[in-house]
């Protein structure tokens, strides 16, 4: 996961594996976070709303 500025400059913030999770910052702080993931190897995606991630 990574995000990147207006010159074009990337930052990683970081690399996760099998049984990871990503992205629940932007839950806490009801703002967007604007960042791209890039999955090197077929992957499973799944995507919950903040009143299912909170009640899991």
Aim: aromatic share 18%; proline share 5%.
């Amino acid at each position: 996961m990574f995000n990147s500025n207006d010159e074009g400059k990337e930052f990683t913030q970081g690399y996760f594996c099998k049984g990871q999770s990503f992205g629940e910052p932007p839950l806490f702080i009801d703002e967007s976070y604007p960042s791209t993931a890039i999955a090197f190897q077929d992957s499973k995606i799944i995507k919950l709303s903040k009143d299912k991630f909170l009640k899991y």
